[in-house]
């Protein structure tokens, strides 16, 4: 009785890295395996993927988040943009800061007296918050050079690393680190602050190359 | 003051390696992503510590330890800030100077040393049992407003660097020739 109640806690526990791991498998499908050929095609284009045809319907939606308000005060006072900008810089440095106090304690790295969850909590409000900024700055950029960036391959790169992110930290990170570090493996603990680094500085580094690309 | 200035930035640009660096677009843009990037780290860690000080985050932790164990990690992410924010100025010398954005910058990058220096003194010299408690005594928290306001004025100042709204080969009013350094007759870059 008690080894079924105990399998069943494990499945459940880990039923939200399940359906992440499935999402990203289910994204890798959509991007690379090919579902209907191109008509009248000729030379090697002649398989679409999903991603491919999604990518050329988003086209009118990304028109059309230039016309929004967002879209024409972007577009027309360049102040504007800059000082948006200014603060979605401001709201990454606080989403990083936030990110690295409570990985260096899941790696051990600093604040070893106190207890984690202290931390990791009280780092994950201030993570929350700057996440909300950045969104909704970095949403109001998007809208101002929305036809340019949807040609940049780096923008989408951008949004599947930030996607990434978002799943990881409300479907994995969290999830498991609510179980109490002595739950988990040290390995585990370490794999998760070292994902959880490398997704973030990923979002920012694809982020600030949006510029160069779109220059 | 502003041909000093100027013909010291012009001698700079002369330097094969500032070109160097200004016309290469791997190196330029991996200068200028670290300098942004590092913001992570450097600025990361200065917010949680002026917001644990105003009472807004991480209430639950004694002030000064947050302060001091935090300490490290920023002034790690300030080097690299500061290598890559000479790296950057070297490759465009003459703009840089005649930027009325990287002069604000510079004056609130000066304050805000100054405001540094005058709160860690205060947070040394606190005396009683503030450490524990959710907001720290009014100097301090005053001093950590401060550095809020001038790193958040010091990052949009870096931001506008890059727009040329007040550039020297615009006509601009007497006020703004003089603020961002024009020299009559200059060279324009």
Request: aromatic residues 14%; neutral net charge.
């Amino acid at each position: 009785m008690s080894t079924i109640a105990a399998s069943t806690f494990s499945i459940g526990s880990y039923r939200r890295t399940i359906i992440v791991v499935l999402l990203v498998l289910g994204t890798l499908l959509f991007s690379v395996v090919p579902v209907w050929p191109v008509e009248e095609c000729v030379g090697d284009d002649c398989l679409v993927t999903l991603r491919r045809h999604v990518w050329v319907g988003l086209y009118d939606f990304f028109l059309w988040m230039e016309t929004t308000w967002f879209g024409v005060i972007g577009k027309t006072w360049g102040a504007a943009f800059a000082l948006v900008e200014a603060f979605h810089l401001l709201a990454m440095a606080l989403l990083g800061g936030s990110v690295f106090v409570a990985d260096a304690r899941l790696l051990g790295m600093g604040f070893k007296d106190v207890p984690p969850q202290q931390i990791l909590d009280k780092a994950h409000k201030v993570f929350v918050w700057a996440l909300a900024v950045a969104l909704f700055t970095g949403i109001f950029m998007a809208c101002g050079v929305a036809g340019k960036i949807y040609f940049l391959p780096v923008f989408w790169y951008k949004m599947l690393a930030l996607t990434t992110g978002i799943l990881f930290v409300f479907f994995v990170k969290r999830p498991l680190l609510r179980q109490g570090l002595e739950n988990l493996s040290p390995l585990s603990v370490k794999l998760i602050a070292v994902s959880s680094i490398m997704v973030w500085v990923t979002v920012a580094a694809t982020g600030r190359w949006i510029g160069f690309a779109g220059s | 003051m502003n041909e000093l200035l100027y013909n010291f930035a012009l001698w700079l640009d002369t330097h094969d390696w500032s070109t160097r660096l200004h016309e290469s677009y791997y190196m330029y843009n991996w200068v200028e992503s670290t300098h942004v990037l590092t913001l992570m780290l450097c600025l990361g860690m200065l917010f949680i510590i002026d917001l644990r000080m105003v009472g807004v985050a991480f209430t639950n932790l004694p002030a000064s330890t947050l302060a001091r164990r935090l300490n490290l990690p920023m002034l790690i992410g300030f080097t690299i800030m500061f290598i890559t924010g000479i790296a950057l100025f070297y490759a465009v010398p003459v703009r840089n100077t005649q930027s009325i954005w990287f002069r604000i910058k510079m004056v609130l990058l000066v304050a805000a040393a100054v405001n540094a220096f005058l709160f860690h003194r205060n947070m040394v010299n606190a005396a009683g049992d503030w450490d524990a408690q959710a907001r720290a005594p009014a100097n301090l928290r005053l001093g950590a407003m401060l550095s809020l306001v001038f790193w958040g004025l010091i990052v949009i100042c870096g931001r506008l660097i890059a727009y040329d709204w007040f550039d020297c080969e615009y006509t601009q009013p007497g006020i703004m020739q003089t603020l961002s350094g024009c020299v009559p007759d200059q060279t324009i870059f």
